[in-house]
Protein backbone atom coordinates (compact mmCIF):
# COMPACT_ATOMS: atom_id res chain seq x y z
CA UNK A 1 0.00 0.00 0.00
CA UNK A 2 3.04 2.61 0.06
CA UNK A 3 3.09 2.30 -3.67
CA UNK A 4 0.42 4.83 -4.18
CA UNK A 5 0.70 6.40 -7.55
CA UNK A 6 1.36 10.03 -7.68
CA UNK A 7 -1.26 12.14 -8.91
CA UNK A 8 -1.18 16.00 -10.00
CA UNK A 9 -4.87 17.83 -9.75
CA UNK A 10 -3.31 21.07 -10.28
CA UNK A 11 -4.82 23.54 -12.71
CA UNK A 12 -4.92 27.18 -13.99
CA UNK A 13 -8.01 28.76 -15.27
CA UNK A 14 -6.18 31.66 -16.50
CA UNK A 15 -4.31 30.24 -19.25
CA UNK A 16 -7.50 29.56 -20.92
CA UNK A 17 -8.51 32.85 -21.16
CA UNK A 18 -7.71 33.96 -25.39
CA UNK A 19 -5.20 37.04 -26.02
CA UNK A 20 -7.68 38.72 -27.09
CA UNK A 21 -9.02 39.72 -23.64
CA UNK A 22 -5.77 40.35 -21.79
CA UNK A 23 -6.73 43.57 -20.87
CA UNK A 24 -10.34 42.80 -19.41
CA UNK A 25 -10.08 43.09 -15.88
CA UNK A 26 -13.36 42.30 -14.95
CA UNK A 27 -12.57 39.60 -16.72
CA UNK A 28 -10.12 38.16 -15.05
CA UNK A 29 -10.63 39.15 -12.08
CA UNK A 30 -13.78 36.43 -11.85
CA UNK A 31 -11.60 33.74 -13.77
CA UNK A 32 -8.66 34.23 -10.61
CA UNK A 33 -11.61 34.57 -8.23
CA UNK A 34 -12.51 30.63 -9.68
CA UNK A 35 -9.59 29.65 -9.62
CA UNK A 36 -8.95 30.56 -6.04
CA UNK A 37 -11.85 28.62 -5.46
CA UNK A 38 -11.16 26.05 -7.15
CA UNK A 39 -7.32 26.10 -4.98
CA UNK A 40 -9.68 26.09 -2.01
CA UNK A 41 -12.45 23.91 -1.96
CA UNK A 42 -10.88 21.07 -4.67
CA UNK A 43 -7.43 20.59 -5.19
CA UNK A 44 -6.66 21.65 -1.13
CA UNK A 45 -9.46 19.13 -0.11
CA UNK A 46 -7.94 16.44 -2.59
CA UNK A 47 -4.62 16.77 -1.23
CA UNK A 48 -6.06 16.73 2.37
CA UNK A 49 -8.13 13.76 1.37
CA UNK A 50 -5.41 11.51 0.23
CA UNK A 51 -3.02 12.24 2.99
CA UNK A 52 -5.76 11.61 5.86
CA UNK A 53 -7.75 9.11 4.42
CA UNK A 54 -6.35 7.37 1.26
CA UNK A 55 -2.94 6.83 2.43
CA UNK A 56 -2.81 4.54 5.38
CA UNK A 57 0.61 5.52 6.08
CA UNK A 58 -0.16 9.38 7.03
CA UNK A 59 -4.08 8.53 7.68
CA UNK A 60 -5.24 9.99 10.66
CA UNK A 61 -8.00 9.08 13.05
CA UNK A 62 -10.76 10.04 10.57
CA UNK A 63 -9.36 8.11 7.76
CA UNK A 64 -8.77 5.04 10.21
CA UNK A 65 -11.97 5.27 10.83
CA UNK A 66 -12.95 4.88 7.42
CA UNK A 67 -10.72 2.45 6.59
CA UNK A 68 -12.32 0.62 9.52
CA UNK A 69 -15.69 0.44 7.97
CA UNK A 70 -14.10 -0.60 4.84
CA UNK A 71 -11.99 -3.33 6.04
CA UNK A 72 -14.85 -4.44 8.59
CA UNK A 73 -12.65 -3.90 11.48
CA UNK A 74 -14.07 -2.93 15.00
CA UNK A 75 -11.57 -0.91 17.25
CA UNK A 76 -13.85 -0.52 19.64
CA UNK A 77 -14.34 -2.94 22.76
CA UNK A 78 -18.14 -4.03 23.50
CA UNK A 79 -19.03 -2.98 26.79
CA UNK A 80 -20.13 -6.06 29.13
CA UNK A 81 -23.47 -7.33 29.65
CA UNK A 82 -25.46 -5.58 32.36
CA UNK A 83 -26.19 -8.07 35.19
CA UNK A 84 -29.25 -8.83 36.04
CA UNK A 85 -29.28 -10.30 39.17
CA UNK A 86 -27.87 -8.98 42.98
CA UNK A 87 -28.23 -5.58 41.85
CA UNK A 88 -28.49 -3.05 45.02
CA UNK A 89 -30.40 0.01 43.40
CA UNK A 90 -33.34 2.13 44.47
CA UNK A 91 -36.55 1.79 43.21
CA UNK A 92 -38.28 -1.79 41.79
CA UNK A 93 -36.62 -1.31 38.40
CA UNK A 94 -33.08 0.13 40.07
CA UNK A 95 -33.52 2.63 37.74
CA UNK A 96 -30.40 4.91 39.48
CA UNK A 97 -27.60 2.19 38.04
CA UNK A 98 -28.77 2.00 34.87
CA UNK A 99 -29.95 5.43 34.15
CA UNK A 100 -27.15 7.50 35.84
CA UNK A 101 -23.27 8.05 35.80
CA UNK A 102 -23.00 4.30 36.45
CA UNK A 103 -24.45 3.00 33.47
CA UNK A 104 -22.61 0.80 31.03
CA UNK A 105 -20.41 3.09 27.87
CA UNK A 106 -21.33 1.90 24.26
CA UNK A 107 -18.13 0.93 23.50
CA UNK A 108 -14.49 2.49 23.67
CA UNK A 109 -11.33 2.64 21.77
CA UNK A 110 -9.05 0.01 22.32
CA UNK A 111 -6.43 2.28 23.17
CA UNK A 112 -4.37 0.94 20.38
CA UNK A 113 -2.08 3.46 19.02
CA UNK A 114 -2.43 5.40 15.72
CA UNK A 115 0.66 3.29 14.19
CA UNK A 116 -0.55 0.04 15.47
CA UNK A 117 -3.93 1.02 13.61
CA UNK A 118 -2.47 1.96 10.67
CA UNK A 119 -0.19 -1.79 10.82
CA UNK A 120 -3.59 -3.59 11.32
CA UNK A 121 -5.43 -1.73 8.45
CA UNK A 122 -2.34 -2.63 5.94
CA UNK A 123 -2.16 -6.31 7.20
CA UNK A 124 -5.85 -6.51 7.03
CA UNK A 125 -6.04 -5.47 3.72
CA UNK A 126 -3.38 -7.65 2.64
CA UNK A 127 -4.49 -10.50 4.03
CA UNK A 128 -7.87 -10.42 1.77
CA UNK A 129 -5.56 -10.60 -1.81
CA UNK A 130 -2.24 -12.46 -0.23
CA UNK A 131 -1.45 -15.91 -0.88
CA UNK A 132 -1.86 -18.34 2.15
CA UNK A 133 1.30 -19.97 1.92
CA UNK A 134 3.31 -20.52 4.65
CA UNK A 135 6.03 -17.84 3.46
CA UNK A 136 3.53 -15.12 3.14
CA UNK A 137 2.19 -16.34 6.84
CA UNK A 138 5.80 -15.68 7.76
CA UNK A 139 6.75 -12.75 5.72
CA UNK A 140 3.26 -11.22 7.81
CA UNK A 141 4.58 -12.76 11.28
CA UNK A 142 8.31 -11.15 10.71
CA UNK A 143 6.31 -7.49 9.88
CA UNK A 144 3.87 -7.66 12.20
CA UNK A 145 5.81 -9.12 15.21
CA UNK A 146 9.68 -9.12 14.79
CA UNK A 147 12.30 -10.72 12.40
CA UNK A 148 13.09 -13.65 15.25
CA UNK A 149 9.15 -14.64 15.33
CA UNK A 150 8.43 -17.34 12.55
CA UNK A 151 5.67 -19.73 11.52
CA UNK A 152 6.02 -23.33 10.81
CA UNK A 153 3.51 -25.48 8.61
CA UNK A 154 2.49 -28.53 10.77
CA UNK A 155 0.95 -30.45 7.54
CA UNK A 156 -2.32 -31.31 9.34
CA UNK A 157 -4.28 -28.11 9.13
CA UNK A 158 -2.41 -26.32 11.45
CA UNK A 159 0.06 -23.56 11.56
CA UNK A 160 2.37 -22.75 14.73
CA UNK A 161 3.99 -19.24 15.25
CA UNK A 162 6.60 -19.40 17.71
CA UNK A 163 6.65 -15.39 18.74
CA UNK A 164 10.27 -14.54 20.09
CA UNK A 165 10.65 -12.86 23.49
CA UNK A 166 11.21 -9.13 22.26
CA UNK A 167 7.96 -8.98 20.98
CA UNK A 168 5.83 -6.04 22.01
CA UNK A 169 2.30 -7.60 23.49
CA UNK A 170 0.56 -5.04 21.94
CA UNK A 171 1.57 -6.38 18.41
CA UNK A 172 0.60 -9.53 19.41
CA UNK A 173 -2.61 -9.09 20.17
CA UNK A 174 -3.32 -6.96 17.19
CA UNK A 175 -2.38 -9.61 15.01
CA UNK A 176 -4.48 -12.62 17.19
CA UNK A 177 -7.28 -10.23 17.81
CA UNK A 178 -7.57 -8.90 14.54
CA UNK A 179 -6.71 -12.03 12.45
CA UNK A 180 -4.25 -10.66 10.04
CA UNK A 181 -2.65 -14.14 9.21
CA UNK A 182 -3.68 -14.91 5.75
CA UNK A 183 -4.64 -18.24 6.36
CA UNK A 184 -7.33 -20.50 4.67
CA UNK A 185 -10.53 -21.41 6.43
CA UNK A 186 -10.19 -24.36 8.51
CA UNK A 187 -6.22 -23.95 9.49
CA UNK A 188 -5.88 -24.11 13.11
CA UNK A 189 -3.51 -21.24 14.51
CA UNK A 190 -1.01 -22.13 17.41
CA UNK A 191 0.94 -19.61 19.32
CA UNK A 192 4.16 -20.72 21.02
CA UNK A 193 5.90 -18.41 23.07
CA UNK A 194 10.12 -18.76 23.33
CA UNK A 195 11.49 -18.18 26.97
Given at each position: ????????????????????????????????????????????????????????????????????????????????????????????????????NFAPSLGEDTSLSKELKRLVVKSKYQSYF?????????RVVKHVLSESSYAVDNL????????????????????????????????????????
Open positions: MSNIQDYNISFDLLQNLKWEYDKAKHLKKIVQNKQDNAQKYVIDFINSFYDDVYNVDTANDFGLRIWELILNINFTVKPPPPRTNNIFGFGAFNSNFFNSAPSSIAEINNMSITVNIANDVDPHRFNAMKDYDLLPVNAGVSVNYIFDL
